[in-house]
């Protein structure tokens, strides 16, 4: 288990422009990457090993992921 006494620091991605559905990251936790809903702040949040969290968007970015 890992703690930390920081606290997320989130923000959206600047290609984000869709009326606020979106995903926060939250990027100053070391080793961590807390993902959570935008619509609902307060609400839970997810967090990935941060190597897991390169590897998905980097597979994002390569189109492994179609639409």
Request: proline share 10%.
């Amino acid at each position: 288990m890992t703690t930390t006494t920081d606290s997320p620091r989130w923000f959206t991605s600047s290609y984000s422009d869709n009326g606020g559905n979106c995903i926060e990251v939250a990027a100053n936790i070391p080793g961590l990457v807390p993902v959570r809903d935008s619509k609902d702040p307060d609400g839970p949040a997810l967090t990935f090993p941060a190597r897991g969290w390169l590897s998905f968007v980097a597979a994002v970015k390569e189109g492994e992921f179609p639409a």
